[in-house]
Nanobody
């Protein structure tokens, strides 16, 4: 089992920045590829960004490329998502998730999930 706890969400104006964190405990964090997802009201959960076990490889959804950066610190068992130039359409609950395989974008392919943190971007 891997336990994941997100933090760092909040209310920000359009154009602003937030940094989300995900703290992991349980099994060895570095054994898992990690991802960030989000879910807006009335919409399905969607992939945002993913990172490999070592952190050397990353991939992003097109709608966040150039604005968001995913990173991890295996020594501290933490995952981060730096979000810059936020837009109102980025408003959602953001989740971190762990998977045994790198490169996944489908939520059902991830094994462990956090409880989510709310991000609200005002106009």
């Amino acid at each position: 089992q891997v336990q994941l706890v997100e933090s760092g969400g909040g209310l920000v104006q359009a154009g602003g920045s937030l940094r989300l964190s995900c703290a992991a405990s349980g099994r060895t964090f570095s054994n898992y590829a990690m991802g960030w997802f989000r879910q807006a009201p009335g919409k399905e959960r969607e992939f945002v960004a993913g990172i490999s076990w070592s952190g050397g490889d990353t991939y992003y959804a097109d709608f966040v490329k150039g604005r968001f950066t995913i990173s991890r610190d295996n020594a501290k068992n933490t995952l981060a998502l730096q979000m810059n130039n936020l837009k109102p359409e980025d408003t959602a609950v953001y989740y971190c998730a762990a998977a045994a395989t790198y490169g996944l974008k489908v939520p059902s392919e991830y094994n462990y999930w956090g409880q989510g943190t709310q991000v609200t971007v005002s106009r």
